[in-house]
């Protein structure tokens, strides 16, 4: 019988001293580390047990899994760098204040993409403006159409798309699709099963399975692009469903929001983008033949791709740097907000500094539990002059990003833990004072038309309600 108890008193020291070990060298800040560590030690067995359960970031160990996946198929982009090489900039050559040249210069380092200058950036609102530009683009194309969304609804709208794709088919262009395996069963009959009846070529990034399992809720390809000849792109918050109709008053499940068309020659970085993660999903080496985009307009863009496989997290620490960076206002929509403690000090610290910083979001969300985390931390924001107001309904899940209405970000992802450390997104940004100006006047827009919200109105919440929003608090890491 010693003989047993000593055996499980030394299992129970190994268990107990490994796993505070790798709480030690892995989490990444004291309190975390700290608190791992005093459940291992403190719970025989069940200290260990809890922290394998809860302590161990697996997202982060898979996302490395699939970067080796991916680097099993490279793509060879010297084509890509060669055509854009006479447009591309150094940051330190554009004609920029000094402010916005730090914002390029972290950009450089973190991306590792150059800016391209000559493109031209279209505003297009709602799904009324948007999805005809985008299909009349596919009904247009001559060589080949690529697009990637993260749900594909089979209504009205979603079968204007699969009739466009099959037509393009059909005069024998390469369209390819790729839609998000978790994404696509927001809506029944899948997109997918249809397209592929229509001779359309479709991947669908990470599908669950059951037999080899496979369920990962986390790592979803949250990406919105369409290219067509690798001359026109479109990209933003839009998904492809009737959903997104929003002059149909009658539509109860109608969503706000906004799309981009881009011309020039960063639609070569954005189709990158897709032609990585197409290569990833199929093995197929289906790099076109570089469609060399003539300048035709005066932004100068970059492409940011980000996912939790990056040793960095690109957005989060480009829009710190912007943030940082400014010198009259920060402008911020999104329809999830969730930020980490170094973007609320990044936002406090602009306030303090006399920043006017104004961050939209909408007053009724298609997610509540993510309105009641929001809540509960928005007063670190208003105690120290951040400005925040709510829009009324319908639900607004535009994305907007901007700085002095010099700088602008357009793109899928949001300002909450799943866009910058879980899922895959795209973003553009846009060094251009028009259509910097043009974004934040469609923020202000909607400001005049929103509720501001006051310190007064968070310290008031009943007991109850603030007891709610803050256990849902809690939990806003892995939402």
Known sequence: MNIIHGFILILNILLSLTTAGHALLHKRTPSSALGWIAVCLIFPFAGAFLY????????????RKLEVKRSAYPIEDREYREATSEVSIAASQLDLPRSYAQIARISDRVTRLPLVDGNRVDLLPGGETAYPE???SINQAEHYVFLTTYIFETNKTGREFIDALARAVKRGLDVRVLIDGVGEYYYFPRAGTLLKKNGVAVARFI??????PNIHINLRNHRKILITDG?????????????????????RA???DMHFRLKGPVVMQIEQAFVEDWAFCTGEMATPRPANPAPCGPAICRAITDGPNEEVNKLATIILGAISSSREQVLIMTPYFLPSLEMISALQSAALRGIDVKIVLPAKNNLPFIHWATNNMLWELLYWGVKVYYQPPPFVHTKLFVIDQQYAQIGSANFDPRSFRLNFELSVEIYDQHVAQTIAGHIEHRIKNSQPIRLSDIEQRPLIIKFRDAVTWLFSPYF
Do not use: K
């Not at 394998?52 to 996302?63: D, K, P, Q, S, Y």
């Not at 792109?233 to 929003?246: E, Q």
């Open 52 to 63: 394998f359960l809860f302590g161990i970031n697996r997202v982060e160990t898979r996302a």
């Open 231 to 251: 001359q026109t792109a479109f990209t933003g918050g839009m998904n492809i469903g009737d959903r997104h109709l929003t002059d149909r008053i009658t539509n």
């Open 254 to 256: 109608r969503v706000i």
């Open 134 to 136: 985008m299909i009349e």
């Open 207 to 212: 599908p669950p399975r059951v037999l080899p």
